[in-house]
């Protein structure tokens, strides 16, 4: 079946780094974009970044533009966000899912916990 596991969440530091990481399984992640979502305590979930799956295209948040970067490697079926210059505002749980042809997210990771604290 269809499933996404996020990892590499952690406490960091302001200013620190971390990556994380979605591996795909029980699909052909070359046919798919995925996206990384976050949500911190009390707030909405928010898109952060995404990127395609035919030319690699990317996305970023306004709020993480400059300091994420997003990135796939088809053959390990894994999809990474490195995430520098963190600040306490990216303490949050963030998400990795699978976009449709349609634009929604069909499938979605169990999350992994980013805290950035001093």
């Known amino acids: 079946q269809v499933q996404l596991v996020e990892s590499g969440g952690g406490l960091v530091q302001p200013g620190g780094s971390l990556r994380l990481s979605c591996a795909a399984s029980?699909?052909?992640?070359?046919?798919?974009?995925i996206g990384w979502f976050r949500q911190a305590p009390g707030k909405e979930r928010e898109g952060v970044s995404c990127?395609?799956?035919?030319?690699?295209?990317?996305y970023y948040a306004d709020s993480v533009k400059g300091r994420f970067t997003i990135s796939r490697d088809n053959a390990k079926n894994t999809v990474y966000l490195q995430m520098n210059s963190l600040k306490p505002e990216d303490t949050a749980v963030y998400y990795c899912?699978?976009?449709?042809?349609?634009?929604?997210?069909?499938?979605w990771g169990q999350g992994t916990q980013v805290t950035v604290s001093p």
């Open positions: 990127i395609s799956s035919s030319d690699g295209s990317t």
């Open positions: 899912a699978r976009r449709t042809i349609t634009g929604s997210y069909d499938s």
């Open positions: 029980g699909f052909t992640l070359d046919y798919y974009a």
